[in-house]
């Protein structure tokens, strides 16, 4: 059985083989991609007349070559998704078009280390130790999913636009198709409850709601299906919430998806840090970490500093055989991807 490396080399010689007569002259190409937090390799055919290179995971195909041992079908299955991915990218290509997605340019923030490859060649803005990047939410899948395409250097300047325009029109839409808010303990827990399907009368049962009231943590968020910490980069929301509660606020940035809000004079931050730290470490899929520090709102000047500066900066690490089986267990083969 031929190991991972020696896979690639195979693929990459021998991928044109099967691929028909239109991609006799395609130079292939293996490149490293960037998720959150992390990367992969892919593989992509490029045709002379492209301005944009669609692009399969490779790894996906190497566990499936583990399972068969039978390079000949997995070279075939390949191939054929190389082809399926160049039909529809004239439709993708058509997307980019600045008319077709100015309302649906939207941001997302990632820590700056974690992400530091993908920033090389994408357009971004730093925010402490994060920075704010953009995608384009394309519609939604069979299954109600959001569709969304990340924009790298070439995407931006194919639209003609720069970093300040992206932003301009990100913080636009992405208020406007997914507004933040801030909701309490007991509400976060009576809408996860209620979305699996518990009636009322049995939450009511089960959540203590003065204890919940008199929490101090706050849950701030939008209703984007990825990304929600987005609302980092807008300091709106939580100035409505520091006027309501009276102080400064803690954030912590629980993951990509939602960060905590906490009252600052009540809590001190370096073992707020050293909590999430912990969490990252044994609970939190590196795809969802941020960051491992505590940033504070500050309700008079209205806007967020850091409040720690911790040594422990790197998100990526497995010290922990709980997080580390997370992730393998509940990460997805990478298949095919635009």
Known sequence: ????????????????????????????????????????????????????????????YYEKYREKENIQSILKELAGSIVELHDIKKEVEDIVDLDNVQHNILYAVVNTEANREFLENAPH????????????????????????????????NKMELTEQNLFDLASENTNRIYPAKAVSMEEQI????????????TIDVLVDARMLRESPLWVVKNDAPV????????????????????????????????????????????????MVLDINRTETLLADRLSNQIYKYDKENKEITMATDTPNKSIEYYNSYKAKTNDLERKQPKGPKM
Do not use: W
């Open 125 to 156: 803005r730093q925010l402490h130790d994060l920075s704010v990047v953009y995608r384009i939410r394309l519609g939604n899948d069979e299954y109600g999913k959001e569709i969304s395409m990340k924009i790298n250097n070439d995407i931006m």
């Open 227 to 274: 990304g929600g910490a987005a609302i980092i980069a807008n300091t709106d929301v939580f100035d409505e919430l520091s006027q309501k509660i009276g102080d400064d606020l803690y954030i912590i940035p629980s993951s990509v998806h939602e960060v905590l809000v906490m009252p600052a004079g009540q809590n001190d931050a370096l073992k707020l840090a050293d």
């Open 1 to 60: 059985m031929m190991d991972y490396e020696i896979f690639k080399d195979v693929i990459e010689d021998q991928i044109k083989d099967y691929l028909p007569d239109s991609f006799k002259n395609a130079d292939i190409l293996i490149r490293r991609a960037h998720e959150t937090n992390e990367s992969y390799d892919e593989i992509c055919a490029i045709l002379s007349d492209e301005k944009m290179s669609p692009a399969v995971g490779i790894k996906y």
């Open 190 to 201: 009576r809408e996860i409850l209620q979305r699996q399907g518990m009636d009322n009368e």
